[in-house]
Structures are given as C-alpha cells and as structure tokens.
C-alpha cells in the first residue's frame, strides 16, 4: 500500500510539475485580464468621451471660421460708410475743414494736390491730398488762446473722419502777431460705382 502511494504520488508531483507552470501563467494572464477589463473599458469611455470632444472642438471652430469672416464682412462694411465719398465728398470734408478753421480764427484756403489709387478691388479707394493753408492774427507768443485754437482745429481734422492721416505740417508764427500754418492730410476716399 506505501509503495502504491509513493507511486501515485510521484505521478501526481510529475504531472504537477508539467502543468505548474502553464497554471502559473493562466493565473497571471487571469489576473491581468481581471485587471484590464476595467482598463479597457475606461479607456473605451475615455476614447468616447475625446471623440465628442473633438468633435465639437471642429464644429466651434467651424463657427468661429464663420462668426470671423461674418464680422471681417461687418467691418469692412462699417469701415467703407466711414469713408468720404467721391469727389462731392472731398468738396464737403475741405469745405467743412475751412469752415471749422475760420470758426477757429483763422483764414484758410484749401487745394487738392494729388490722387493715387489704394485699393484696386470692388470698391475702388482712392487717397487724396489735401492742403489746408491757415492764417491768423495773434501769435503763440502773444496770445495765449491761439494754442487753443489750433489744437481745437486739429483735434476737429482728426475727428471729422477716422481715414484721415496728417503727413506734414508746418507752422510759423512772425514777431509781427501772425500765424501761419499749412496741414497736409491723406484722405481715403471711396469712389462710387460708375
């Protein structure tokens, strides 16, 4: 009966030691599996969850693509009514500058030196330059207000439209109580449909 044991069990340790370590490893594949399926799934509702996001990263940057080219759209729109227009519109600004200057205290006469084409599009834009030639009684030097006045006139240049650029002035002011000053500007200018 020993003998008997001993042999069934020497069959059973061999057997054992055939199979240990193909258990072993189903053992260790069993956990990890145990362990990943948790892993996966989460990774599955991660990847999910980033896909929805990218894709409504894509559809608000479709909208901001369109809600951007919408407002270039509603300011270039703004900007052209901005602009002065036609040669009528240049005849208005100068004569509204040479009324803002007398209203100042000085004389002033005005000429249109030169056109230049500046934008070759639909619409056409045009930049014309005026002179604007100031005369007044009372220098800087004698009386104190016509700093003020001349700042004021520039301040009125400035304002009248946001297509104005000054390029040159100059401003002289004789011991004889005169100023004198000459404003050249660029004016945008929009040139209507023929």
């Known amino acids: 009966m020993t003998a008997e044991i001993q042999r ?6 061999d057997r ?14 069993g956990i990890s599996v145990q362990r990943l399926v948790p892993l996966v799934q989460e990774n599955g509702v991660l990847a999910r969850n980033l896909g929805r996001l990218n894709r409504e990263l894509e559809l608000l940057q479709q909208h901001q ?5 919408e407002d270039i759209d509603g300011r270039v729109v703004q900007a052209l ?9 240049v005849r208005r600004w100068v004569r509204a500058m040479e009324e803002e200057a007398r209203g100042n205290g000085f004389a002033c006469e ?17 930049v ?18 016509s700093s003020a ?35 050249t500007v660029r004016l945008w200018v929009l040139v209507p449909a023929s």
């Not at 069934?8 to 340790?13: E, G, K, P, Y």
């Not at 005005?110 to 045009?126: H, K, L, Q, T």
């Not at 002035?169 to 004198?180: E, H, Y």
């Open 8 to 13: 069934r069990w020497a069959w059973f340790q």
């Open 16 to 29: 054992i030691r055939l199979v240990w370590p193909f258990a072993v490893a189903l053992g260790l594949v």
């Open 65 to 69: 693509n369109s809600a951007t080219a």
């Open 81 to 89: 009514a901005s602009l002065v227009s036609g040669d009528e519109g």
């Open 110 to 126: 005005s000429r249109i030196e030169s056109a230049a084409r500046a934008w070759e599009g639909e619409p056409r834009v045009d």
């Open 128 to 145: 014309v330059e005026v002179v604007l030639s100031l005369n007044a009684r009372g220098g800087f030097d004698t009386d104190p207000t």
């Open 149 to 183: 006045r001349f700042t004021n006139l520039l301040d009125s240049l400035a304002a009248r439209s946001e297509w104005v650029e000054f390029t040159e002035l100059t401003l002289r002011s004789s011991g004889a109580g005169l100023i004198s000053a000459t404003i």
